[in-house]
């Protein structure tokens, strides 16, 4: 399966929301929303396996101490062959040396992580206003 792993590639709608809902993300119900933000974003990560999105991650930076990882998925077909694993390392290739590297995980994620070298920060507690549907 020839995969490509590239940073700031673009993307089109229709291959994002289908993404998305794949993984039944809420964010897929603000397409237009969606889009905007991943545009915005200081990063874009994509996963494509003969020219198919099967993966994507951003990241929000100011571009010298902080970048906060918000969205990495891979879709459900093509989970635990490496593909999250590579479009991370990607990303922190790009951000290493930075101050600050974040994210917020949750479930099977928290281990996933892990073994990428995140770690709680202290005594510190997530927190959010959050307008989507997970829990």
Partial sequence: MPLDIALNRPVKANEVLALYRANKWSAADKPEALMAALRASHSLVTARVDGRLVGLGNAISDGHLVVYFPHLLVHPEFRRQGLGRQMMAALLKRYA???????????????????????????????????????
């Avoid at 995140?118 to 959010?128: D, H, L, S, V």
């Fill in 97 to 135: 040396g930075f101050h600050q590297q974040m994210l917020t995980a949750d479930g099977d994620a928290v281990a996933f992580y892990q073994a990428m070298g995140f770690e709680r920060a202290g005594k510190t507690e997530p927190m959010w206003i959050y307008a989507g549907k997970e829990h």
